[in-house]
């Protein structure tokens, strides 16, 4: 007689076991992105989804899956699928592709190997007991997968940026272009190593400036979300991530010399009275594309601060008018600028701009906003370079809200000043003897004419 398995883990999967349901997934099938929903269509055909809509949950088709579609349950593999029945390579194949627990069915003789209790099953390969570390590490190795990913999908975007001002200067503009550009950064774990990468690579001021700026702008929102209330819809995030992708719209309307100028313009000179339109001006084109209360006012108010007297303090608008989204956007949008490496300002590496927010505080930002920004982004930004009390270098690839001063980091160099060709992550949460002793600035310890520090963290292998 045939009995039925919950809660299977790949680990656990034998030749032979029928699988019936998969019920536990990567964060990437929490809000489908393009490519996954491409994946999803070429290799489950015949299958049935269980999806999370708007708070409902409904079956559907394959076919029927959309982007942002949450995924809670694929099952009812047609007969002859290749997940249909376990062969040999079949767990891999599934936990590769982010499938973490299933139901099978067992026929009579046959056993399943018990499964430890919700272990990530990388984390049970290095024989690491404690779960919340056992996850640690095992979302900081898919993070580091993300990476390798995420440079191309960041220059598709700042391509996409580039192509919607050209429009903008037409007087076309396309709200679908626009959810397009972003698909990709829906995934969580993309929008996070875009942000490593904001820290680690040259950007200009106005392209790739919308692409971090969006990335870290729907990140720190999720972790406020999730902190203070519950998880953001897939539609909130979506819209959030278009308001920071939007927000500097206005400058289609600002002349192009100007807008690549690398020249730093006097803050009363005409090209800067220019430049300081281009809020008003997106404001104007994001209401007419139906954006939303919230991406005009973030368009129009992220360069309002506290002291509206400020001389960098644009348009006149009280700060009681100015909505918390757009305080926020105004903390991400300093950030990516003071993080974004160009010609004409000093470089600050993620850990030092952070520190600048901080005595800003005051003058610039909501405290309250700014307190969220910095419990989500951390002490130590994602794809900041530190050294350990032991001397070595190393990158931080994984911040807990709990745990700020004590990231996971993979150490990329040693106390002699050696490049590691194989690394390992160290989680400072468990090795209590090790501890941050300061921030590198990767600009001046590695090559800065090239981002040689982004292709040493690109090229972090584990093992
Ligand atoms: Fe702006
Ligand atoms: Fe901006």
């Known amino acids: 007689m045939a009995e039925l398995k919950r809660n299977v883990d790949p680990n656990a999967l034998t030749p032979g076991m029928k699988l019936v349901q998969v019920t536990r997934f990567d964060s990437k099938y929490k809000c489908l992105d393009s490519r996954t929903l491409a994946f999803l269509k070429s290799d489950l055909q015949g299958a049935t989804i269980v999806v999370v809509r708007d708070s409902k949950e409904y079956s559907v088709s394959v076919e029927e899956l959309k982007t942002l579609d949450e995924i809670k349950i694929v099952e009812r593999f047609p007969p002859g699928h290749r997940f249909a029945m376990i062969e040999a390579g079949t767990a891999d194949v599934l936990a590769d592709h982010g499938f973490l627990a299933f139901t099978v069915e067992i026929s009579a003789g046959q056993t399943a190997v018990p499964s430890a209790p919700d272990l990530p099953p990388k984390a049970r390969a290095r024989h690491i007991e404690n779960p919340q570390q056992a996850r640690r590490l095992d979302e900081a190795e898919q993070f580091l997968e993300l990476v390798q990913e995420a440079s191309p999908t960041r220059d598709r975007a700042t391509l996409a940026v580039e192509e919607m001002l050209e429009q903008g200067r037409r007087g076309s503009f396309s709200r679908a272009a626009a959810e397009a550009a972003v698909g990709d950064l829906l995934n969580l774990g993309m ?17 790739a400036h919308c692409v971090d700026m969006a990335a870290i702008f729907a990140d720190v929102y999720g972790a406020v979300s999730r902190g203070t209330q519950k998880e953001p819809s897939a539609e909130t995030t979506s819209n959030v991530l278009l308001a920071g992708f939007m927000h500097d719209i206005g400058k289609c309307k600002v002349p192009q010399e100007i807008l690549d100028s690398t020249a730093r313009f006097d803050s009363d000179s005409e090209e800067m009275r220019i430049m300081r339109t281009h809020s008003s001006e997106g404001a104007k084109i994001l209401s007419q594309m139906d954006l939303g209360k919230e991406a005009v006012n973030v368009a129009l108010c992220h360069h309002v601060k506290k002291d509206t007297s400020l001389k960098n303090s644009y348009p006149n608008i009280r700060y009681d008018q100015v909505l918390p989204i757009s305080r926020m956007a105004a903390i991400v949008d300093v950030y990516q600028a003071l993080i974004g490496k160009r010609n004409y300002k000093p470089n600050w590496v993620p850990g030092k701009a952070v520190q600048l927010l901080m005595k800003l505080r005051s003058s610039e930002f909501d405290e309250r906003m700014l307190g969220h920004f910095l419990r989500s982004v951390g002490i130590y930004p994602i794809g900041s370079l530190v050294r350990l009390s032991t001397d070595e270098l190393a990158f931080v690839v994984r911040n807990e809200p ?6 996971v980091v993979v150490v990329v160099e ?14 400072l949460v468990a090795e209590s003897d090790l501890s941050i002793t300061e921030v590198v600035d990767h600009y001046k310890h590695y090559s800065d004419s090239t981002d040689q520090a982004f292709d040493i963290f690109r090229s972090v292998r584990l093992g």
């Open 191 to 207: 929008s996070q190593a875009v942000q490593a990468i904001a820290g680690l690579k040259a950007s200009d001021q106005t392209y």
């Open 402 to 407: 709990e745990y700020l001063e004590r990231p």
């Open 414 to 427: 040693t106390a002699r000043g050696e490049l590691i060709s194989h690394h390992n992550l160290v989680d």
